[in-house]
């Protein structure tokens, strides 16, 4: 038995392949940062360290790793994987694409099934996955791709921080993480039996229900601190969840996605509300040193018609409800000012010289003149009034 990651960054290293390392599954990295790859292989081991429990701490080792260049290798460990994991990052879906590719076509001659799963915190990877590999592929294998290739989406719910400079000086692969554990994915996209004895593997049939539920709570909230605490001068999420400012706003913002979300998934107020308990919990655990920079970084993205605000916002509407906490996010959003960000200078930028209209229309991709425009409006001037944004 064995398994592949692309990717060795920290959800890899420390999510993945920690649960597979202490599951006895084998692992294999296929990485394209060639130092990150050699110094994989040079030390053979590497520190996980979950935050608040140095108890678990896992000293991980007995795994490969692989240059995107080993074609030839990389193309085995996928047609012999007992299933292929990747945490890659959404941006980089098209670079693992042609790998997967070849890996696939010759497995096909084998027949033998197999699962992908999608460890990406990015709108349906999965998709995005079959759209890059198909034309990739010879008409025999897209048939085996098809019938015989199951891609299936995870909820990465663990965090996984930066080593500080200390931690990189005793292990230049440390890895901090969140004490959490479980593994949800969508089970009804599986096309292969998941590896045997792999541990903390939490299937769901239902998956799109609850991607939802988490995406809008967690995602939601996520996105208010980020964005509000910057504005408020903020470092770190931990610190910025605690400012009853923000935990004023943020109970507005959880109370408006679980009005909608239980009036469109249809269960109960009381167990969507404890649902929210869990990701405050995350943003309040000191812990977790993340920083608001790191979570609020691509601003343009996540100011998006279906991403954690906007698209929250507009659910809230389509459900009856009306969104006056999550307007207030969004406006935050709108004036993020982060320098050492290239796309959050684009987005102030276009804000400058071009209107908060235009931001609106052609950023969140709503009507400057509807409901939720004009609710985001009067929360700009609400905080220009308090004297927290300025033109």
């Not at 497995?107 to 990406?120: D, Q, S, V």
């Not at 996955?129 to 008409?139: F, H, V």
Request: proline share 5%; hydrophobic share 40%.
């Amino acid at each position: 038995m064995s398994c592949v990651i692309f990717g060795a960054g920290k959800i890899a290293r420390g999510f993945i392949g920690h649960l597979l390392y202490l599951s006895n599954i084998p692992v294999t990295y296929v990485e394209k940062v060639d130092s990150l790859v050699d110094l994989l292989n040079e030390r053979g081991h590497y520190t996980v360290n979950v935050l608040g429990a140095p108890e678990k701490n896992t000293d991980v080792k007995g795994y490969k790793a692989l240059h995107y260049r080993d074609e030839a290798e990389v193309i085995d460990v996928i047609v012999h994987a007992d299933c292929v994991f990747h945490a890659v990052g959404g941006k980089n879906l098209a670079g693992i694409a042609p790998l997967l590719a070849k890996g696939i076509e010759v497995r096909a001659k084998t027949g033998k099934p197999l699962n992908i799963i999608t460890c990406e915190n990015w709108t349906k990877p999965d998709e995005v996955d079959r759209a890059n590999i198909t034309p990739l592929l010879s008409e025999e294998a897209k048939k085996y791709f098809e019938e015989k290739v199951g891609i299936a989406e995870a909820v990465i719910l663990r965090s996984g921080i930066d080593a500080t400079p200390e931690q990189k000086e005793k292990d230049p692969l440390w890895v901090n993480v969140q004490n959490y554990w479980d593994l949800p994915f969508d089970s009804s996209k599986l096309k292969a039996p998941m590896p045997n004895g792999m541990i903390c593997l939490h299937p769901m049939p239902d998956f799109g229900g609850f991607l939802q539920r988490k995406f809008y709570t967690y995602n939601a909230a996520n996105g208010t601190t980020s964005y509000v605490g910057s504005m408020l001068g903020y470092i770190y999420i931990a610190e910025a969840a605690h400012d009853e400012r923000i935990l004023k706003l943020l109970d507005g913002v959880y109370h408006e996605t679980a009005a909608a979300l239980c009036k469109k998934q249809n269960y109960s107020f009381d167990k969507q509300w404890a649902f929210t308990r869990t990701s405050l919990n995350k943003l309040q655990d000191y812990n977790i040193v993340d920083t608001l920079e790191r979570n609020a970084r691509d601003p343009i993205r996540k100011l998006g018609p279906n991403d954690r605000l906007v698209g929250s916002a507009r659910l809230c509407l389509e459900e009856g409800v009306k969104p006056e906490a999550l307007s207030v996010s969004i406006a935050a959003a709108i004036y993020y000012h982060s320098p050492s960000d290239p796309i959050a200078v684009d987005l102030e930028n276009m804000r400058k010289t071009k209107g908060v209209d235009y931001v609106l229309e052609h950023v969140c991709q709503i009507d400057p003149n509807g409901e939720l425009a004009l609710l985001v409006k009067d929360k700009i001037n609400m905080l220009k009034g308090k004297g927290y944004i300025h033109d």
